[in-house]
């Protein structure tokens, strides 16, 4: 994978917590997308009240579990590979456990037993509250397998332990599934049909997070502008609800409203949209609310309408382009992001401009760049022949992620002697003087510590950049303090 931003939000996670209670000890790493980390977070809570604290080292665990990605082969590859270092330290501690959550253990289910000797469970998205369990079933010497997909589970009644966490940041997942079937995503296979959470529960997490001093929340799902309450039940099942649920039915803006209102000191951010179904009522919100980040990633996967239709992606360039614009005419300056596919199936050297065309007429502040990865069970996977190239496919992955560097380039400078509101959530990776933080634009920023401490907004002046981070200095205190 290759990405245009510093600081990377993806890869691996090792979570700490501690209740001492808790005699038996969880190992818990998280690969993928967010999701998965919010996952580990529900998983944890669940285990805590079977008598497991969590640690960071992995030689004294009785259980490791390891929350899997299936997007690319890549990320299915990273994950075997961790499983033979547990293989490794399960010989010198063979009372230790190990189990496979999430899309992987959907996607492979049993087979996992029969390939990884030394996988003990496998246990899919919607199946963490059977943990309880499965771990009987493994304690009492027998492999443990659960990954049937469940039509209604969002987690809603679970407080997730918060792990690995700076304190001022957190995910709060708002749906589960995805019902948009492109053909080279696993995700409605591995994660079911789209369903979506309860505002209630929705507003009391946030509610306990902004109680602990959290700062900042990203509300999460699949395709978060596909979220619909109506009290319960499948999206697509909405055209039979009753016609007061319809009346009172909320919609994705109508609980960004909600939050951003009750929460005005809170930054509110999303993850991820999908343009055949954002609305430009969620622009309006983000108009409304100042603490709402002025910051849309916006997956496009091809530049090419013939492409996007071989993909199933409901929407063509031109549709794009025109929810482009009303965002800049609507949210000027709103930073968008993207997500790019390079050698999909039958790509032509002229679907390959369409889509650097497109890139030069969005001029994304960063983006997620990858080559086409054949996924079995997809209709990719089944129906098209991986026909690029792999010399091709990094040809032009190249050219993307070279263009890509530009645009960064050229929306980094644009902050240069201007003063940003900056969320400090951590030091820099580069220097333990420097804090490290966030605009609202989702742009990383670093500059001195003095006398400034995590978690405080602070209004930062822009002297200096590279292509994906600002450098500054601060010069007071945000009035959101």
């Known amino acids: 994978m290759?990405?245009?931003?510093?600081?990377?939000?993806?890869?691996?996670?090792?979570?700490?917590?501690?209740?001492?209670?808790?005699?038996?000890?969880?190992?818990?790493?998280?690969?993928?997308?967010?999701?998965?980390?919010?996952?580990?977070?529900?998983?944890?809570?669940?285990?805590?009240?079977?008598?497991?604290?969590?640690?960071?080292?992995?030689?004294?665990?009785?259980?490791?579990?390891?929350?899997?990605?299936?997007?690319?082969?890549?990320?299915?590859?990273?994950?075997?590979?961790?499983?033979?270092?547990?293989?490794?330290?399960?010989?010198?501690?063979?009372?230790?456990?190990?189990?496979?959550?999430?899309?992987?253990?959907?996607?492979?289910?049993?087979k996992f037993l029969e390939e990884e000797k030394i996988v003990d469970m496998v246990v899919g998205p919607d199946a963490y509250k059977d943990l309880p369990n499965l771990i009987e079933e493994i304690d009492e010497g027998r492999n443990a397998v659960n990954v049937v997909l469940s039509k209604d589970e969002t987690y809603g009644d679970i407080a997730p332990v918060r792990l690995n966490t700076n304190g001022v940041s957190a995910l709060v997942s708002i749906t589960r599934g995805c019902d948009n079937m492109c053909t080279f995503c696993v995700v409605p296979f591995t994660r079911g049909r789209e369903r979506s959470r309860d505002p209630q529960s929705i507003l009391e997490e946030i509610q306990e997070l902004s109680d602990k001093n959290f700062k900042e929340v990203t509300l999460l799902g699949q395709n978060v502008?596909?979220?619909?309450?109506?009290?319960?039940?499948?999206?697509?099942?909405?055209?039979?609800?009753?016609?007061?649920?319809?009346?009172?039915?909320?919609?994705?803006?109508?609980?960004?409203?909600?939050?951003?209102?009750?929460?005005?000191?809170?930054?509110?951010?999303?993850?991820?949209?999908?343009?055949?179904?954002?609305?430009?009522?969620v622009f309006h919100v983000m108009k409304k609310h100042k603490n709402i980040c002025k910051h849309i990633?916006?997956?496009?996967?091809?530049?090419?309408?013939?492409?996007?239709?071989?993909?199933?992606?409901?929407?063509?360039?031109?549709?794009?382009?025109?929810?482009?614009?009303?965002?800049?005419?609507?949210?000027?300056?709103?930073?968008?992001?993207?997500?790019?596919?390079?050698?999909?199936?039958?790509?032509?050297?002229?679907?390959?401009?369409?889509?650097?065309?497109?890139?030069?007429?969005?001029?994304?502040?960063?983006?997620?760049?990858?080559?086409?990865?054949?996924?079995?069970?997809?209709?990719?996977?089944?129906?098209?022949?991986?026909?690029?190239?792999?010399?091709?496919?990094?040809?032009?992955?190249?050219?993307?992620?070279?263009?890509?560097?530009?645009?960064?380039a050229f929306r980094t400078q644009a902050y240069l002697n201007t003063i940003q509101e900056v969320l400090i959530d951590g030091t820099s990776k580069k220097s333990d003087t420097h804090w490290k933080g966030r605009t609202s634009h989702n742009t990383v920023v670093v500059f001195p510590k003095e006398h400034y401490q995590l978690g405080e907004f602070v209004n930062v002046k822009i002297n200096d950049c590279t292509s994906a981070t600002l450098i500054g200095e601060a010069i007071a205190h945000s009035e959101n303090n």
């Open 2 to 110: 290759e990405k245009i931003i510093d600081e990377s939000k993806q890869g691996e996670s090792i979570v700490l917590a501690k209740k001492p209670e808790n005699t038996r000890k969880l190992y818990i790493e998280s690969y993928g997308c967010q999701m998965n980390f919010a996952d580990s977070e529900v998983v944890a809570s669940i285990l805590a009240k079977e008598g497991f604290n969590t640690t960071d080292r992995l030689e004294e665990a009785d259980l490791v579990l390891v929350n899997t990605c299936s997007i690319r082969d890549k990320a299915e590859q990273t994950v075997r590979k961790r499983l033979e270092k547990y293989n490794a330290v399960k010989r010198h501690n063979p009372k230790m456990k190990v189990g496979v959550l999430g899309c992987m253990a959907e996607r492979l289910k049993s």
């Open 225 to 281: 502008d596909s979220f619909l309450w109506y009290g319960g039940g499948l999206k697509k099942d909405f055209e039979k609800a009753s016609e007061m649920q319809k009346a009172t039915a909320v919609n994705f803006a109508k609980l960004l409203d909600m939050v951003a209102t009750k929460f005005p000191k809170l930054r509110v951010r999303f993850s991820t949209s999908n343009p055949q179904d954002m609305h430009e009522n």
């Open 297 to 408: 990633h916006l997956p496009v996967q091809s530049g090419s309408n013939r492409i996007l239709k071989e993909m199933n992606r409901l929407h063509t360039r031109e549709e794009y382009f025109t929810l482009i614009d009303k965002i800049q005419e609507i949210l000027p300056g709103c930073a968008v992001s993207q997500d790019l596919i390079a050698g999909f199936p039958t790509e032509t050297e002229e679907d390959h401009q369409d889509t650097l065309s497109l890139m030069d007429y969005v001029k994304y502040h960063f983006g997620y760049m990858f080559t086409y990865s054949e996924r079995p069970g997809t209709m990719a996977g089944r129906k098209m022949e991986d026909d690029i190239p792999e010399e091709t496919k990094k040809r032009r992955l190249a050219e993307i992620i070279e263009l890509q560097r530009k645009h960064s």
